[in-house]
C-alpha cells in the first residue's frame, strides 16, 4: 500500500524559507496526483497546493500563491513543497496526500476527501 512520509520542518522565522519533503512507496508515482494540505490549532485542514500526475501543472491557494512551489522528482519518488516569505499565520502542522488517478479537477484536488493516502504530518512554526 501507498506510503507517505514528510520531512523538513522546524520552527523559523519570518521571512525565512524551509523546503518540506514528502517521500512516496508503495505504488506506481505517476499515477498519482500528490497534495500538500495544513491544519494550524482550532482550524480546519485547508489546502495548500497539488501537482499533477505528469508534474506539469501545479495548483495553490491563494494565501500561498507566489511564494510556495510544489514540484516532484520522480527518479527519487519525491514530493517538495518550498515554501518562502514565511509568516506566522503558516504555522501548522502540514501533510503530504496522495490520490490516484487522472481527475485534474480543481474542485477534485483541494479537497482532503479526495486523497487516498496521508502522511503523518510535520510540523512548522513560524515565529514574528
Known amino acids: 500500500q501507498v506510503q507517505l512520509v514528510e520531512s523538513g520542518g522546524g520552527l523559523v522565522q519570518a521571512g525565512d524559507s524551509l523546503t518540506l519533503s514528502c517521500l512516496f512507496s508503495g505504488g506506481f508515482f505517476s499515477n498519482y496526483i500528490f497534495g500538500w494540505f495544513r491544519q494550524a490549532p482550532g482550524k480546519e485542514r485547508e489546502f495548500v497546493a497539488a501537482?499533477?500526475?505528469?508534474?506539469?501543472?501545479?495548483n495553490y491557494a491563494d494565501s500561498v500563491k507566489d511564494r510556495f512551489t510544489i514540484s516532484r522528482d520522480k527518479s527519487k519518488k519525491v514530493v517538495n513543497l518550498q515554501m518562502n516569505s514565511l509568516k506566522p499565520e503558516d504555522t501548522a502542522v502540514y501533510s503530504c496526500?496522495?490520490?490516484?488517478?487522472?481527475?485534474?479537477?480543481?474542485?477534485?484536488?483541494?479537497?482532503?476527501?479526495?486523497?487516498?493516502?496521508w502522511g503523518q504530518g510535520t510540523q512548522v512554526t513560524v515565529s514574528s
Open positions: 496526500a496522495a490520490m490516484s488517478g487522472f481527475t485534474w479537477v480543481r474542485t477534485v484536488y483541494t479537497k482532503p476527501e479526495s486523497y487516498n493516502a
Open positions: 501537482i499533477r500526475w505528469d508534474g506539469f501543472s501545479t
